[in-house]
């Protein structure tokens, strides 16, 4: 039996937003190529923006199509509602979650 891979972890800043959009896009690039299933932690991101949830959806779409397992550890309730807000709640895998 083959063990599963490690994840690779990522925390998300307690505030993302556009002005954080470069240094967050370099750290999903990371993700991405150390080639590992992925842990999204926004569990103390009490801030985001538009912007950044469409980098992360942009994200999760990448992850899917390298066929890597994508997995949200924490989720903070305004993570939730914003991409519940734009549409993005089903793309990002956040649907009728949040972690208080």
Do not use: Y
């Amino acid at each position: 039996m083959k063990a599963a891979a490690e994840a690779t972890r990522v925390v998300l800043a307690s505030s993302v937003d556009i002005a954080s959009a470069a240094a967050l896009r370099a750290e999903l690039d990371t993700a991405l190529a150390a080639g590992r299933p992925i842990e999204l932690d926004a569990g103390d991101t009490g801030r985001v923006d538009g912007a950044a949830l469409q980098l992360l959806a942009a994200f999760a779409a990448a992850a899917r199509r390298r066929g890597l397992g994508l997995r949200w550890s924490r989720v903070h309730p305004n993570v939730a509602a914003g991409a519940a807000l734009l549409g993005l709640a089903e793309a990002l895998g956040v649907g009728g979650r949040a972690d208080a």
